[in-house]
Every structure is written in structure tokens, then in C-alpha cells.
């Protein structure tokens, strides 16, 4: 199993819970990282197998795989 870099988004009805949100997330296996609450997005990491289980967490409109760009 491997670790895997997310970005979380947020509903906007939950914008004012997103701490809880982040509980939730953390509760599941998440690993958070940074919590941006005006751009209503939660980025961190968690094991591959865990993706399913994030995006049924309450207040979580979607769950993206993040990738990293190098310069050339």
C-alpha cells in the first residue's frame, strides 16, 4: 500500500465547519497537511485504499489525486 498526495474540497454549506470536516478526515486515515478555508480546500495525504472512504466523509464535494509539475 502507498501513500498517496490529495486535495480536499469542501462543500460550500460546510465552509464555516471545515475544522470539523478536518476531524472527520483524520478520523478516516488522512494525514493533513495544510487547511485553506477560503478556498474551502484540505490538502495532506492517505493510503490509496482510503480514497473511497474520504470522499463519503460529510461536507467533502470531491477527492483529487495531486500531482507535481517540474520545471524543464
Same mark, same amino acid.
Given at each position: 500500500m502507498?501513500? $498517496?498526495n490529495i486535495?480536499?474540497? $469542501? @462543500? @460550500? !454549506?460546510? #465552509?464555516d465547519?471545515?475544522? !470539523? $470536516?478536518?476531524a @472527520?478526515?483524520?478520523a &478516516?486515515?488522512?494525514n493533513v497537511? +495544510? ?5 474551502g &480546500?484540505i490538502?495532506?495525504?492517505? !493510503?490509496s485504499t482510503q480514497?473511497?472512504a474520504?470522499?463519503? &466523509?460529510?461536507?467533502v +464535494? ?8 517540474? #520545471?524543464?
Amino acid at each position: 500500500m502507498s501513500n $498517496v498526495n490529495i486535495s480536499v474540497s $469542501v @462543500d @460550500d !454549506e460546510y #465552509a464555516d465547519k471545515i475544522l !470539523e $470536516v478536518v476531524a @472527520d478526515l483524520q478520523a &478516516v486515515g488522512m494525514n493533513v497537511e +495544510n487547511i485553506m478555508p477560503i478556498l474551502g &480546500v484540505i490538502t495532506g495525504s492517505v !493510503e490509496s485504499t482510503q480514497m473511497d472512504a474520504l470522499s463519503q &466523509v460529510k461536507g467533502v +464535494n470531491a477527492v483529487e489525486v495531486s500531482r507535481t509539475f517540474r #520545471a524543464i
